[in-house]
C-alpha cells in the first residue's frame, strides 16, 4: 500500500524502466513459492513468469533451498519482519551471479502471510547507477512501505510502515481500494498510474510530495515504485506498490547540490563584493530564507592587516554589508544595503563569533522583551516584523583572521536551524573564505599596484599658460592596472612645458617600475633645461645602465629594457616647439581647422639597446590653439590591424576642432577594437596658448657696469606698468645680481627678459656657458653672497644652456598667489 495521504500530491518526474532494471522484485508464500514476478526479475535472473511462478524460489536462490525450511531462519524472519544479506542466484543460462537479497514480510487478511523479496545485483555495470532515493536496493532502507494490490486495486497484503506515516491501521486499509479509504481526485490519479501499469506491465517510479496526517511541519517527499506482478501465465494479477519517505534524502541531495554549485559558483571572481554575494545567492532559498554577509571592512579596499581570531579585544572590527540576499523581493529583513557600515552589537552571539571564531546555533530566536535582540534597534523591529526565527552566524575565517561573518535566517520556512544545518552552512562558508581570501589578496595586491601607478603618473596635469592638457591611460595588465607607459607635462623656466610619452618594453609591475625610474629620470634631466635631443641621449645611458643594474652576476649578460620615448618643450612666448624621438611614434598636430599632420621627425633608435646616434631635435612654430597628440603604439596597432591604420583611425578622430580634448580622449580610446588591448595605451593631448606681447618685455643691455642701473631702472618701470609695485624691491636686487654676474663672467652685450604668467619671471642672458654656482662667503669675504641673496628672494632659480650662451633665471610669485621658496633648480 502507499505509503501516504495523498492530500497535496504532486506526480514529479517519471523515471526510466532501464532506471531501476538491476533490482528484481518478486512475490513469494509462506512455504517458499513463488507467487508473483515481475519483468525486472525476468531482466536480472533471465527466467519468465512461467518458468518460475508455482515453484519454489530456490530455483532462482539454491541458498534458500535449506534456509526456508529451517525453523530459526524462519522464525528471525517472523521477528524481524523481514531478511536481507548477501547471496548468490542462478542465471538461467547457468551462470552464478553476486546479489543483495531483502525479504520484507506482508500481512494478508485472515492472518495470512506473503514475503516479497527484492534482488539487486550487487555488482552494478558503469553506467547504470541511478538516483538513490528511488532504485534499488529501495527496500534496504528502512522504512519503507510495501503493498500488494490485486487487479481491481483493492489492498490485499501490506507492510507495517504505512501506518506509521499515516495513522491508518492495517485493517481499514487491507480490501479497499485508495478511492474508499483516501478518496479525492490526487487518490483517483495515483489509481490512474497503477491502471496504466496493470495495461502495459510495465514498471513506474513516481516522487511526490504531501502532508503526512500523523506529523507536523513542512510537507514531505516520497519516493514510489509500481511493479506488475505477473502470475504463471505471463498476465498481470497486480500490483507492488513500494512506498519511501525520501525527504531526509531529498534534502541531503539538496545539500550535495548546494555544495557542487558552490564548487562552481564560488571563487569565479576575484570582487570581494562580488564573492559575498555569491555565497548569499547560493544559500537562499536551499538552506536558508535571508542571508547576509558582511566583511571586516578593510578587505573591502585590499588595505590594512587583518583581524586575528581571538584578538580583537574590548574593540570589535568594523564590519561592511557586501552580500544580501533573500526570498522576498527587496530585502525587507535588512536594514543595511551593501556597501553600508554595520552596526555590530556589543552583546552575545555576536561578541562570541567575532571574538572566538566559533559559529553560533540558535534554533529557535528569542524576541521577547529584555533579549539581545532588543539591544539592536535597527534590528530589533524588522526581527519580529519579518517573522525571524531561527538564526545560525558563521564567521568567515582564513586560517587564523577573521575576514567577515555570514548570517543565516528562516522566516518563511517554519523549520527551525539544527546541527546539520549548521555543519552545512560552515562548509558553504568555508568555500566562500577561500574566495574571498583569494579575493582579498588580489584586492590587496591590486590596491597596491594603482597605488604605485597613481604615484609613478602624474595625479594633475600642470600647463600653466603653455597649454591645456588631457589624457587617457589604459594599461594592458587588466589584472594589475598597471604597466610601462607614462606621459608627464612638466612646467619649465620662462612660462614654458615640457611634454613627455614613453613606453618601456613590457607589461605589469616590472615594466611600471622600470617605468617609474625613467620617469623620475626625465623629470632630473628636464630640471637640467636640456635641450630634447640631449635629454634623450642621457635617458639612453641610464636606461643602459638600469639594465646593467638587473643583472644577477657581474659575469652575466645585461637584461635587455628598452623603451620609447618622445620629448618636447613648447615655449608660449614664441609659440615655438622643439621636440625629439628615440624609437616612438610620431606626434600628430591638428591646426585650429581641424587638419592632422603626423610630423615627419628623425626616429632615433630606441633607448637601451645601444644602437644609432643621439635622435636630431626639430623645431617648429605652432599656431595658437593647435593640438598637440603624443601617444604610444597601444593606441595605433592592434593584433588585427597595422599601425597605418590606426594612424588613419586616430587622425580621424582628432580632426574634430570643436571638441573638447576630454572628448577627443574618450572618443580616440572608445574606438578601439573590443578585444582586450595586447599592449598599453596612452594618448596625451595638448592645445597650445600663447602669450600676450604685453606679458612679455625684453631688453638688450651693454657688457658694462651701467648696464647694472638701466636693468633697475627698466625693470621697476614695467612693474609699475603691471601694477606690480609690491615685487619692486625684490626684483631690483634680483636683477642687480644676475646682471652683474653676467658681466663679470660674460663678454659682449646682455638681454634682460620679464615675463608675467602665473609667476613673475626674471631672465638674463649673456654669452658665457659656464653655470653659475652658489658660494658659501665667510664672514671676511666681499664677494660671493650675490646667488644667495637670488635664493631667499625667489621661489625658484636656475640657469639652461642656450645656443652661444645660457639665461640664468628666478621666479617669483605674483601677488595673489603664494608658495614655499625652493633650492636652486
Known amino acids: 500500500m502507499t505509503t501516504t495521504s495523498f492530500d497535496a500530491v504532486t506526480l514529479g518526474k517519471q523515471l526510466n524502466v532501464s532506471d531501476i532494471s538491476d533490482t528484481a522484485i518478486a512475490l513469494l508464500d509462506e512455504q517458499g513459492m513463488v507467487a508473483a514476478w515481475t519483468h525486472t526479475a525476468k531482466w536480472l535472473v533471465g527466467f519468465s513468469a512461467g518458468d518460475v511462478v508455482g515453484r519454489s524460489a530456490a530455483l532462482v536462490l539454491p541458498s534458500f533451498r535449506e534456509a526456508t525450511t529451517t525453523s530459526a531462519f524462519v522464525e528471525q524472519c517472523h521477528a524481524e519482519n523481514g531478511w536481507s544479506g548477501a547471496t548468490a542466484v542462478r542465471h538461467r543460462d547457468g551462470r552464478v551471479l553476486d546479489v543483495s537479497v531483502r525479504l520484507t514480510m506482508l500481512h494478508g487478511q485472515g492472518g495470512s502471510v506473503r514475503w ?52 491508518l491501521p492495517r485493517d481499514r486499509r487491507l480490501g479497499r481500494r485508495f478511492t474508499e479509504v483516501l478518496p479525492g481526485t490526487n487518490a483517483e490519479t495515483i489509481e490512474a498510474v497503477m491502471r496504466q501499469v496493470l495495461q502495459d506491465g510495465t514498471t513506474k517510479i513516481h516522487e511526490y510530495r504531501t502532508w503526512l496526517p500523523a506529523s507536523q511541519g513542512p510537507e514531505h517527499q516520497f519516493a514510489a515504485s509500481f511493479q506488475c506482478l505477473q502470475g504463471a501465465d505471463g498476465q498481470a494479477m497486480g500490483v507492488c506498490v513500494i512506498g519511501a519517505d525520501v525527504t531526509a ?53 585590499g588595505e590594512g592587516p587583518l583581524v586575528r581570531v581571538g584578538a ?12 544580501l540576499a533573500s526570498i522576498c523581493q527587496g530585502v525587507p529583513e535588512s536594514p543595511w544595503v551593501r556597501g553600508e557600515p554595520v552596526f555590530v552589537p556589543p552583546v552575545a552571539p555576536f561578541t562570541d563569533v567575532l571574538r572566538a571564531g566559533k559559529s553560533v546555533l540558535e534554533p529557535v530566536l528569542d524576541t521577547v522583551s529584555g533579549t539581545w535582540v532588543d539591544k539592536v534597534p535597527e534590528l530589533a523591529h524588522r526581527v519580529r516584523e519579518q517573522g ?37 552552512a560552515e562548509e558553504l562558508v568555508g ?15 591590486h590596491t597596491a599596484a594603482l597605488t604605485l601607478q597613481r604615484h609613478l603618473l602624474p595625479r594633475r596635469l600642470k600647463g600653466g599658460t603653455a597649454v591645456e592638457a588631457a589624457s587617457r591611460y589604459l594599461p594592458a595588465d587588466l589584472d594589475h592596472g598597471v604597466g610601462g607607459d607614462w606621459f608627464d607635462v612638466i612646467p619649465l623656466s620662462g612660462a614654458r612645458v615640457a611634454l613627455v610619452v614613453g613606453d618601456v618594453i613590457g607589461h605589469g609591475l616590472h615594466a611600471a617600475a622600470t617605468m617609474g625610474r625613467l620617469r623620475s629620470a626625465v623629470h632630473t634631466l628636464a630640471d637640467m633645461e636640456l635641450p630634447p635631443d640631449e635629454l634623450l641621449a642621457h635617458l639612453d645611458d641610464t636606461v643602459q645602465r638600469l639594465g646593467e643594474e638587473d643583472a644577477d652576476t657581474p659575469d652575466q649578460t645585461p637584461a635587455v629594457v628598452g623603451a620609447t620615448c618622445l620629448y618636447a618643450v613648447y615655449d608660449p612666448a614664441t609659440r615655438r616647439c622643439t621636440m625629439a624621438r628615440a624609437g616612438h611614434p610620431p606626434p600628430a598636430i591638428i591646426d585650429p581647422q581641424g587638419r592632422v599632420t603626423y610630423l615627419d621627425l628623425p626616429t632615433g633608435a630606441p633607448l637601451g639597446i645601444g644602437l644609432g646616434e643621439p635622435p636630431d631635435s626639430v623645431e617648429l612654430e605652432l599656431a595658437e590653439g593647435s593640438v598637440l597628440a603624443l601617444y604610444t603604439d597601444g593606441l595605433i596597432e592592434t593584433r588585427d590591424h597595422d599601425i597605418e591604420e590606426g594612424m588613419r583611425r586616430l587622425g580621424t578622430v582628432l580632426s574634430q576642432p570643436g571638441r573638447s580634448l576630454e572628448d577627443l580622449c574618450d572618443i580616440a580610446t572608445q574606438c578601439l577594437p573590443d578585444q582586450p588591448p595586447c599592449d598599453d595605451v596612452t594618448l596625451l593631448l595638448v592645445r597650445t596658448r600663447s602669450l600676450s606681447p604685453t606679458r612679455v618685455v625684453s631688453w638688450t643691455l651693454p657688457g658694462d657696469r651701467s648696464a647694472v642701473r638701466s636693468a633697475r631702472t627698466l625693470a621697476t ?20 645680481e644676475l646682471v652683474t654676474n653676467a658681466i663679470l663672467h660674460g663678454t659682449g652685450q646682455i638681454e634682460l627678459r620679464l615675463i608675467r604668467h602665473q609667476l613673475l619671471t626674471c631672465e638674463v642672458s649673456d654669452t658665457s656657458p659656464c653655470t653659475p654656482r652658489p658660494l658659501r662667503a665667510r664672514t671676511t669675504d666681499e664677494n660671493g653672497r650675490g646667488l644667495y641673496l637670488v635664493t631667499n628672494l625667489s621661489r625658484r632659480w636656475g640657469c639652461r644652456p642656450i645656443p652661444g650662451g645660457k639665461v640664468v633665471w628666478a621666479e ?6 603664494s608658495g614655499p621658496r625652493s633650492a636652486p633648480a
Not at 137 to 161: E, K
Not at 312 to 323: C, D, I, K, V
Not at 812 to 817: A, G, K, R, S
Open 116 to 167: 516479497l523479496a527484492s534482488v539487486t545485483d550487487a555488482v552494478p555495470q558503469s553506467g547504470e547507477a541511478i538516483d538513490r532515493s528511488v532504485r534499488g536496493p529501495l527496500l534496504a532502507r528502512a522504512p519503507i512501505g510495501v503493498g500488494i494490490r490485486d487487479r481491481q486495486l483493492r489492498s490485499t497484503y501490506v507492510n507495517d510502515v504505512p501506518e506509521s506515516y499515516d495513522g
Open 249 to 301: 534524502s531529498r534534502r541531503t541531495r539538496e545539500r550535495l547540490a548546494v555544495l557542487s554549485q558552490a564548487g562552481t559558483r564560488l571563487g569565479s571572481t576575484l570582487d570581494v563584493m562580488q564573492a559575498s554575494q555569491e555565497l548569499a545567492d547560493l544559500a537562499v532559498p536551499l538552506l536558508a530564507d535571508h542571508v547576509v554577509v558582511d566583511l571586516e571592512q578593510s578587505i573591502s579596499f
Open 312 to 323: 580583537t579585544g574590548e574593540r570589535l572590527p568594523g564590519l561592511r554589508r557586501a552580500g
Open 388 to 424: 525571524m526565527h531561527s538564526i545560525m552566524i558563521v564567521p568567515i575565517r582564513a586560517r587564523r583572521s577573521l575576514l567577515g561573518v555570514a548570517l543565516f535566517v528562516r522566516t518563511t520556512d517554519p523549520v527551525p536551524f539544527h546541527e546539520a544545518d549548521l555543519l552545512l
Open 431 to 445: 568555500r566562500a573564505a577561500q574566495s574571498l581570501n583569494n579575493a582579498r589578496q588580489y584586492a590587496r595586491k
Open 717 to 736: 618701470r614695467q612693474l609699475t606698468e603691471w601694477g606690480l609695485e609690491g615685487l619692486q624691491d625684490a626684483t631690483n636686487l634680483i636683477v642687480s
Open 812 to 817: 617669483q610669485d605674483l601677488p595673489h598667489t
